[in-house]
Every structure is written in structure tokens, then in C-alpha cells.
């Protein structure tokens, strides 16, 4: 052997000498039963896929870091945040949400844009899109959404018609219907698109005073999309588009970076705001809520390990810091019994010790044993609360605020606050933001789309769907019509 070899072996050390011939009677067999390196490959490889995301499950990741350029202390006692200058190390994945783990890069589906802070005082997962808003604003309706996003239960194939009868079955779902059509539904890749924390969360300063607060993440490269065509005939030509140009920039030592600005809404503001700030269907407008600056955010490094790190990767939205709070958004409250669920299912209970999901902040507790337990499972500590022997204790200096609300349990919709109202937000989306090109591409998007709805039920989904559009803008529900040969009447 030269000195830099590595003797091969077995998982348990035992260095072998033969790697591909089975241990044989003869030269032409039978197989040996006791050729253990032969049963260890086989029942290895066997065991090689782990449960893939039930949603983006098609995804890249990146480290890099995050540094804070603004003071936004006034708002926020996290520690990250305690002064200019400061710095993490981050990770990020980015995913598409309804296809599978081979499924194209550039289908037309919002984009998962999520990040986690290594933060000193414990991992800050954001948890977000590329879109502001999403389909639906409480998580019971999730899996039956998510199933109209997925395959036909007969054929097994996409079905515009299952998609466009649940959206028009469930108007709250226009404002992000309305993005997903646009150019913005199709981005140029990663780089080339912004990330929103999407929900509304708190922030909590020193004084223990809470403000409303919406993160958003904005690419430096600028804005690029594709059309809808050149969307399609990059699924067939490179279905890994977005994933190949995000590992060649940062192989080639372009690095992309994100501005992370925040738009803040005081406890008083949310009490007057027209719409329902936790509503996720709904966006703080920039003019009364300006967008302000507080850091930047860039990608250095592809992992050496797709599976490790990015496979592996778990992020959840119930991972905040002290100084980062939740807030009453139903979407919200439903993903954080969903995330950790979904992970513990995907990767075990412990999934935390996986090294890119382990905080670089010391980590003590009385949780033990379980799947998968690598890091020394607590040792000889002791493993109740509370216990005479060590010195693990529940500081209070790290309580919230209370929550004030004004309801009672059980409470239903305020529709005179506007719970009800789908159709303004996505009719400025598309009046007042988006230019002359950009609508017509929206129309000819959903045209396309909506043309694949099929059965007897269509009409009625049509109708439905078009009445939608009418509520946020008559030139675009008849310019669709026009484009599906629809005769609607509204
Ligand atoms: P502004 O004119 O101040 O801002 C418009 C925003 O829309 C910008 O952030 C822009 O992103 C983004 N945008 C442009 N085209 C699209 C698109 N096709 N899909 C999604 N976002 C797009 O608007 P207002 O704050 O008054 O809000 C008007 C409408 O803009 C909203 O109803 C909402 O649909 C959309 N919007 C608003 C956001 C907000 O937080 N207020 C965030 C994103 C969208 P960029 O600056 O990067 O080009």
C-alpha cells in the first residue's frame, strides 16, 4: 500500500480485499450466504431513499452568511440583530413546491426560499416563498389544496381541471393565483427572484414591547423571469435549470446576494389596518408600510454533500430566536405543528443533531434516546425536570410579552374587516403593477392553463373562476374569456 491509501472496508472497519466478485463456490457460483460485504452493499443501497418531502421535494441549498447593516434595535432584542457589523453563517434551500424529486426546475409553481440562521442564540428558521402572500390562509385546508397540486388519483396525471375547480371553489386563493400566473411564477432560476417570510411575525425589543413585522428577502441580481413558453421548453432541454445555475455561479465565485428588509406594523396600526394583518392572503402596502433595510445575505458555498445537507436539511417556523416572536396567522400556527411533524416523520426524532441542522448555540435539555440519537444523548445527566444534579433552569428573563387579543374562542370571521375581500389586492397586482407585457402574459398563462380543464363540470368551473377575476379586474376576466372562447356573462 502507498501512504496516502485508503484501505477499503466494511461500515463496522474491517478492512476487505474484494469489492466486486461475491464469494462464489467455483469459479461460476452459487453465491456464498456468508459473503456479509455483499449483503451489507445490497441492504445499504436498498435503504438509500428517505422519505421525500410531501412538498418541496425538489430543492438546492447553499451556505453563506447573513450581516446586519442596520440598526433595528427599536424593534428586536435578538442578539443577531444587536449590533451593525454582526454576522452568522446561514443555509438556504431552494425548491419548487408540487413536483417530485426529479421533477423540472421551471415548472410553473411558487418557489420555496428557505433559510436558516446559525444565530449565537439558537437556529432562526425563516420559512418562506418567493411570493408574498399563499393560497390559503388556514392550515386545515392544506392537504386538500396540496392534493389538487399533485396527481390525479386515477390517471395519475396533473390535472388542470382538479387544480382550477379547488381555486375557484376557494376564491382567497386569487391574490396567489394571480402571482403564480404572472412571469413571477416562472423565475429565471434562483438567483433572480426575491424571498418573503410571507406570514406576519413579532418582533420583541428590550422593553419587552412587541411589533408586527414581515420580512422580505430582495434579490441583488435583479428581477428575471421566464415566459411561460420558454418555461416549458426548458422542462424538456435542462429540467435541473434552476439547480445548474445556482451551483455554477457559486463554483465560479459569483455569489448571489439577497437585501433582508422588513416592513413593521405596530400593535395599535394592526388594530386600524383595513384588512386583517395576519392574514396571509394579504399584503402590508409599501406606501403606508415602507419596506426598511436591515441586512444582507450571501451564498458562497455549494455543499460537498447533496444528501447530507440538503436532503437532510429540516427547517421549521417554529425555530425563532428570543427577540423574534409568532403571531396569531392561522397558516402560520398550523406549519408549526406541521414542520417538526414532518421531519421527525422524514428524518427522526432527533433530526436536530444532523449537523446542518444542529445550532451552533449550546443546546440543554431532558429529551432523550430515540432513533438516530449521535451526539452522546445527554450522557450521564440527568434526564427529568426538575433534578438535584444539575444546573439546567428555565429562565424567565426569556418570556414574550403577552399576547392581548380581543376574542373569544371559537370566534368566526369580523366580515366587515374585510376577512372577505380576495379580490382587491390581486386586482391592484395586476392594474397597477404589473406593465402591459406582464398582463398580457398573465392572460395568455391562464388561458393556457384554464384550456386544460376538462369534464362535465367545466363550465362551472369557468364561470366560477372568470366571476373571480371580474371581482378583481372586468378587462382581465374578459380578455380570459376572450382567449378560452367563453361566452361569460357576469
Ligand atoms: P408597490 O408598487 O409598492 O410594490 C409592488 C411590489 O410587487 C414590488 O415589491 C414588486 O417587487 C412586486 N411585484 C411586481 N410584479 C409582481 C408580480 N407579478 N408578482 C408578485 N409581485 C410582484 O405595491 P403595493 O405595496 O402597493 O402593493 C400592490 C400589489 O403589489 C399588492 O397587491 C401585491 O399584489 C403586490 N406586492 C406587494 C408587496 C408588498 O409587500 N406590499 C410584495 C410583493 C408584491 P420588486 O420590487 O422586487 O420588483
Redesign the pocket.
Known sequence: MKDKEKKLTTASGKPYFENEDSMTVGHRGPVLLQDFTLHEKLAHFNRERIPERVVHAKGTGAFGKFRVTHDITKYTKAKIFSKVGNECRVFVRFSTVGGEKGSADTERDPRGFAVKFYTEDGNWDLVGNN???FFIKDAKKFPDFVHTQKRDPKTNLKSPTMMWDYWSLNPESL?QV??LF???GTPDGYRFM?G?GSHTFSMINKNNERTWV?F?F??QQG?RTLTGPQAEELKGKDPDYAQRDLVEAIEKGNFPRWALKI?VMSEEQAKKFRWNPFDITK?????E?P?LDVGIMELNEIPANYHADVEQSAFAPAHTVDGIGLSPDKLLQGRILAYPDAHRYRLGVNYEQIPVNRPIAPVHHHQRDGFMSADGNGGDSPNYYPNSFDDIVADLSYKEPPMKLDADVADTYDRNKNDDDHF???G??FR???TNA?RQN?VNNFVSSMSGITGPKRDEILKRQLSHFYKADKELALQVATGLKYHYKP
Request: a positive charge.
Open positions: 411570493t408574498p402572500v391574490h394571480m402571482v404572472s412571469d413571477r426575491n418573503y414581515k422580505h430582495k434579490t428581477i416592513q399584503v402590508w402596502p409599501h406606501s408600510y419596506l382587491t389586492q390581486p391592484m397586482l397597477k403593477v404589473m406582464e398573465t
